[in-house]
């Protein structure tokens, strides 16, 4: 066993007992784990989930269950719990990286991603973090061709077993909009993505394509997705 200190965001909390939890965190060092929390309710409030801070733990190598000492919260991202905004889109985030990551699979990039979303940022940054999700799984269709025809400028389509197709090929499956589109070949270049608006419209096509592609791979809902999209 291995006592660690490092980037956390407790995302989930089951409870055990009344004051108990097993707990789910994502780590900037050791990806997702799980861990049981003695006391993560209490008068005080106990512990918030969503709140980048540092954890100590100790990882067990005989058990996927880790053993936690301390969570300290981070001042600087009171912004995540402050703003509805924020929190909906995290809680849609962590949901989607629980269902394809897999246990202690690291990624610091995302919590750098998670952590740099703001509230002047809080639409696109969400949207490209989901994406790099994705992304990062080897799930994500390439939008650069249609693997019907070939075609490399195409501004929509849909996408089918996985796979691009330009509306000239098809005219079913998941559609691809033209927002969509834009915002998936936008995020392959760091000056483009710079430069791109995403306005409520936008993300609300954005995040219905992640959620039907999502349902089209695993045969799930993705219930944040819902509500996501109900408050938009």
């Not at 969570?71 to 991202?77: A, D, G, I, R, V």
């Not at 962590?94 to 952590?115: N, P, W």
């Not at 098809?170 to 270049?189: C, D, N, P, T």
Request: glycine share 6%.
């Amino acid at each position: 066993m291995s006592r660690h200190l490092t980037d956390a965001i407790i995302y989930k909390l089951h409870r055990y007992s009344d004051s108990s939890a097993v707990a789910r965190a994502f780590t900037a060092d050791f990806g997702k784990i799980k861990l049981f929390v003695p006391k993560a309710f209490s008068k005080k409030g106990g512990l918030l989930t969503c709140f980048p801070g540092i954890l100590d733990f100790q990882m067990k190598e005989s058990s996927d269950l880790c053993r936690f000492y301390a969570f300290t919260q981070k001042p600087e991202f009171y912004r995540f719990i402050d703003s509805h905004e924020i929190m909906i889109r995290l809680h849609f985030i962590f949901e989607v990286m629980d269902a394809l990551y897999q246990e202690r699979e690291k990624d610091g990039y995302l919590m750098k991603l998670i952590t740099k979303i703001d509230n002047t940022n809080f639409r696109k940054a969400a949207s490209f973090t989901v994406r790099h999700i994705f992304e990062k799984n080897g799930v994500l269709p390439d939008f650069n061709v249609c693997v019907g025809c070939g075609d490399e400028n195409s501004t929509e389509g849909y996408v089918l077993g996985g796979e691009y197709f330009c509306g000239k090929c098809r005219h079913s499956g998941i559609r691809v909009s033209g927002a969509v589109m834009l915002f998936m070949k936008s995020a392959q270049v760091s000056e483009l993505m710079k430069n791109l608006i995403i306005n409520r419209e936008n993300e609300t096509e954005i995040i219905s394509f992640f959620a039907q592609f999502y349902k089209s791979l695993y045969g799930k809902e993705l219930k944040s997705a819902s509500t996501l999209s109900f408050l938009l």
